[in-house]
């Protein structure tokens, strides 16, 4: 089974708008952090936000904010005010904590695909 | 300033070659992945090290080989390259694990686009 799905391959929002890219995610371990990464087309990936399970507030960075539901195992982003910019691949990934190891690999989703147009 | 290097960011082999795509962190990281980037498929890990000289497979390591021999640098190695390896290739690096270290993020190179014709 998947750890982190991503839903939306794309999504499209016209500057100044708001928009959620959906995430979520599987797991039994009650300690783990999930982060959302931006990759434009260039191709680095830039680290957003970190949430993690013992958080009691959503995280925020920015126009960034981490729309957190517990409960229902889901961590989507969302985007405040879009701008051009914004247009990249976004991807979500999640960490555990392994007791048995010291490398938290982070465990990645397929993707959105944002486009913003003006 | 954290800094990911890669060999390069582009290449083109041919099939049958032998491929090294090269990766230096300066962060002093413990641990370093390899990952594979292709279109709807997210990215997929390889190869990782939590050390010199030790290394792990990921999820898809087949028709792949590292190397650990300096802390600072991890090598993705392509034995006989074939054309379904035309892939993005994505290097992180990120610190040992700690308790209370789930908030560590990985760090990304710039990724290599490796062609195999």
């Known amino acids: 089974a998947q750890k982190i799905t991503q839903t939306q391959p794309g999504m499209f929002v016209q500057e100044k708008e708001a928009v959620t890219l959906d995430c979520t995610y599987d797991?039994?371990?009650?300690?783990?952090?999930l982060f959302w990464y931006k990759q434009p087309s260039s191709g680095e990936m830039i680290f957003l936000i970190y949430q993690g399970s013992y958080d009691q507030q959503n995280a925020t960075e920015g126009r960034y904010s981490l729309n957190f539901q517990k409960a229902r195992k889901s961590a989507n982003l969302v985007i405040s005010a879009s701008q051009l910019g914004d247009s990249a691949m976004y991807f979500c990934?999640?960490?555990?904590?392994?007791?048995?190891?010291?490398?938290?690999?982070?465990?990645f989703g397929r993707g959105t695909q944002l486009t913003v147009w003006p | 300033d954290v800094k990911v290097t890669q060999s390069s960011r582009y290449l083109v082999k041919r099939t049958g070659e032998k491929v090294f795509l090269e990766c230096v962190q300066d962060?002093?990281?413990?641990?370093m992945f390899w990952y594979r980037q292709d279109p709807g498929l997210g990215l997929r890990l390889i190869y990782f090290s939590y050390d010199v000289k030790m290394k792990e497979k990921g999820d898809i390591p087949e028709g792949y080989s590292v190397s650990r021999e300096k802390k600072e640098r991890f090598s993705l190695i392509l034995e006989s390259a074939s054309t379904n390896q035309t892939s993005m290739y994505l290097c992180?690096?990120?610190?040992?694990?700690?308790?209370?270290?789930?908030?560590?993020?990985?760090?990304f190179g710039p990724g290599t686009r490796l062609t195999v014709t």
């Open positions: 797991t039994s371990d009650p300690s783990y952090g």
């Open positions: 962060m002093d990281h413990e641990n």
């Open positions: 992180a690096s990120s610190p040992r694990l700690q308790r209370e270290g789930l908030h560590y993020e990985q760090y």
């Open positions: 990934a999640m960490r555990e904590l392994d007791r048995g190891s010291t490398l938290g690999r982070l465990y």
